[in-house]
């Protein structure tokens, strides 16, 4: 029988150090980004104190255990535009074949959004290479837009 997933808010006091093991497997093996925890936990803590990001940390459970995390960043770009980034969902390796993690974390994630920031549009990055969460982005109907996220190192 499977184990049920519930989906909760962070909670930087009780949540801390279990997030840091998945952080930690996360950078090694899925991360399309690379970060320290120092500047990882620099961030959960200014979230922790910003009333706008407190309830976009959500985290997964099960049998008590973390094992997911997921969060957006909300910006307004040039033209005055509101935007929300959802970002890679943070799992361990070994925890997210198959379980739905990601899926309910991303749920959770666009119903927050548009239920309390009336926001009906969000966006994802995803690798071509990274078949699995395009699986899942069919999915839930996230479609690949006409933009390509490039950069420069300068």
Known sequence: MKNLIIIDRYD??????????????????????????????????????????????????????????????????????????????????????????EEKIMRELQLYIKRSLKIDKVHFICPDEDGALRSLFLKLGIKKSKYIWYENEI
């Open 12 to 101: 930087p006091r009780v949540d801390k150090e279990a997030l840091k093991e998945i952080f930690k497997d996360f950078i090694e093996n899925k991360s399309y980004f690379f970060s320290h925890w120092n500047k990882f936990e620099e961030e959960l803590n200014r979230r922790s104190l910003d009333l706008q990001y407190r309830n976009s940390m959500i985290i997964a459970k099960e049998d008590g255990k973390i094992i997911g995390f997921g969060t957006y960043t909300l910006f307004r770009d040039y033209l005055g535009n509101d935007r929300v980034l959802i970002h890679q969902v943070l799992t361990r390796k070994e925890d997210s074949f198959k379980r739905g993690i």
